[in-house]
């Protein structure tokens, strides 16, 4: 059954490489990068043995348990993309749990990822294992180790499956993945606000953190070999074999249970709408609410701009007082204000096949630039509110209030201009998003290299366009920020009409471009 399965997935790998250019250009970067890693890990752990006993120890232990952790998440951010992780697309082979999870378990050891992760725990033997005993417990830990990182990451996938397949659990993913950038972000935070200058107290404090927990004992047993070393891989081993009991009962309960995902929602209406103006102008402007709302694609920029924004203001908010206070402040909200505008640069790519309405609807260019201008509108709704929120929070955390305004209309400047180049790139350069599970897929197959250069295209049009507001702001003059708004919304309207007036002879092109399969 494992070589059944492992032939199976190597078979999948082939033929969706099959005729596609960009795909076999990603999976040979995505080769080479695991191979990369793989080989630079391998060497970098091996240097170990030229450090201390003891820090070569602590650096094992969390390595071990950083590789578990990463085993972890690193699946649920594929699911819906790899076919091999979702139990339902197995539901219908005459296959017991057992077969199911054992074909599972081998499908997941094949591939590039576990062979960069199997070269870095073999290094962390080569800088840990003293000895012939050493070795040879390393060779048994490294087994394990990669037994309980599959198992464990198989086990969680399979728990949350059902979840994943809905919209809330897409949601509560995408938040997670925040979450798990903003604390891995943890330990330069420390450093940088002046804790934990001893860096070998905190990592031995880091590791003594994990060290009972079984990679970390997995890491110790290879340094401390002899009768102790067995008995901590012995611990592993049960462990092991109790997630593999818990993945098969929960893989049985998988195969039975009612996909969550096929359940109607319930329809609410939004208070927000009677706020809105009348028109097309307002019908626009809460359809993208919605999106706004809804979309677990779309909102993944917004996640990545509010996670780096705070990131950003914790890190830099130790500045002192005067220009560099004023950076502090004004520079994560631009950025975030940067990364909300580049929402703006595919703006139909979330209605896909939808958009052949809008194509038989409109008339003229004019009303094509009432659509646009809802769209806008909704966008800077939205950000000009989380602007001010991170505005707020860099101003208390840098202890410079008075640098709250300029930085909030700084980044509201920014936005605007945003929008208006972002508007005239999503009738220049459109894409289809992919009606997929995960919600971290950018663009249908073939269309990388369009969403790339649209991303790059819209930022690097938008900073120019900001240069000349964002410099005097940088150097002391904050009252010119007064004058960025006003500048910013000239460039929305404008990149507005420009953008109607090519979109409208284009419609059919970009109802085909954002209609691609996936």
Known sequence: MARLFVRLKLRLIAGSLRGDLMRQVGFVVTLVAALLIGCGGLLLMS???????DVARDIGVVTFTALTLLWIVAPLMAFGVDETLDPARLALFPLTPRQMAAGMFAASAAGPWPLASLLV???VVAGLARGITGLLIGLVAVVLQGALCLVASRAVTTALSRLLRSRRGRDLLALGVVAVILLSQLPNLLLSRGYGEDARAMLAGLAGAVRWGPPGMAAHAIADGGPAG?????????????????????????????DASTQAGAVRGDRLERLLPGGPLGAVVAKQLKY???????????LAAIGVSVVIIFTAGGAAAGPESTWS???PVCLAALMIGLQSANLFGADGGALWMNALAFSSARELRTDLAGRQLAVALVGVPL????????????????????????????????LGVGTLVSVLLPYTFPERLNAFSGAAPG??????????GAMTATSLLAFPVLLPIFLGASWVAVLGVAYGVGIAFGGRVLAASIGYGRLPEILGAVSRPA
């Not at 706004?292 to 917004?302: D, H, I, K, N």
């Not at 008075?402 to 909030?408: D, H, I, Q, R, V």
């Open 47 to 53: 240097l170990l043995r030229l450090a201390p006993p």
């Open 121 to 123: 725990l073999l290094g």
């Open 230 to 258: 067995l008995a901590e891989l012995a611990a592993v081993a049960v462990v092991v074999l109790v997630l593999a009991w818990v993945w098969i009962r929960v893989l049985r309960n998988a195969m039975v249970t009612a």
């Open 292 to 302: 706004l709302r809804r979309e677990p694609r779309g909102r993944m920029g917004w």
């Open 329 to 331: 402040v004004v520079g």
């Open 387 to 418: 602007l001010a929120v991170l505005a707020l929070a860099a101003a208390l955390v840098a202890g410079d209030l008075p640098a709250l305004p300029p930085a909030l209309l700084a980044g509201t400047s920014l936005l605007l201009i945003g």
């Open 447 to 456: 269309q990388g290299p369009v969403a790339m250069a649209g991303s790059f």
